[in-house]
């Protein structure tokens, strides 16, 4: 056989090939006969027997019912758990050294090991060292962790490493998806912080009061700050000087009343 023969016939049968394998059929999957957990870009998450798999908007298998534990982010990469109990990445079937996942639909997962416990960041399986004792579970990139006994910090997991700032507090509590309010013993007060640290007030507040996801109520004796998602003061009244009504704060001075919208912007 001539050598320009021999190389079309090759070449003619490498793309029968690959023509074969592109219009395969994938198994479609009664969606009646399995559990759809939930949606996760253009993928459903679903169990089978107590075995996860990952469909697509078509109902199409993507990922099999094999798994005990999948974490998938929007791409379809992600983690598995198989049956012998590993952690693999699901594109490469790289195995992951970790314990133990903590079960979450966000993109930042936390997971222990030796103890410690780590974040993973999904979008890109970057893990993160296991070096804290204490993290909360939250689907957010910002999270409350402790190193130290009794000393919290937050951490964000968008960081590839992370950046110790400096600011910690004998207490941290989450009162939005970026919102925290947090204080210290010695003063006993709230503070209110926005992400990582990007704003904090002072430590002065008695309480602060949740109305949206953007607007919050910092109570200092008989003083209150209408503050904003950032905890800027937009501003200041006495007790009896307001009322809130849906969607709107209204301060009453002097006979006049003026109000403000409560919850405008979506985070």
Known sequence: ??????????????????????????????????????????????????????????????????????????????????????????KDKKKIEIEKIYPSISDYLVYEKNEKFGTIRLRDLKIHKNIFNEIEIEDSRYLVASKYENKYIIVDVE??????????????????????????????KYAFIYKKFENITEEKYDDIIFLSNVDYIGVESDSYDLLNYKGEVRVSFKKNEFKILKDK???????????????????
């Open 159 to 188: 960081e590839d490493n992370f950046e110790d700032s400096g600011v910690e507090f004998d207490y941290i509590e989450r009162i939005g998806k970026e919102t925290f309010i947090a204080g210290t013993d010695e003063i006993g």
């Open 1 to 90: 056989m001539k050598l320009w023969m021999l190389t079309a016939f090759i070449m003619t049968t490498l793309y029968m090939a690959i023509l074969a394998e592109s219009n395969k059929s994938k198994e479609i999957v009664n969606i009646e006969e399995v559990e759809v957990l939930y949606k996760k870009g253009d993928f459903y998450i679903a169990r089978d027997k107590n075995l996860y798999g990952v469909l697509n908007l078509k109902n199409e298998l993507i990922i099999p019912f094999e798994y005990k534990e999948i974490y998938l982010y929007k791409n379809s990469d992600g983690i598995v758990k198989n049956k012998k109990n590993k952690y693999l990445s699901i």
């Open 249 to 267: 704060l209204i301060l009453i001075k002097d006979g006049q009343e003026k109000e403000y919208k409560i919850g405008e912007k979506k985070l």
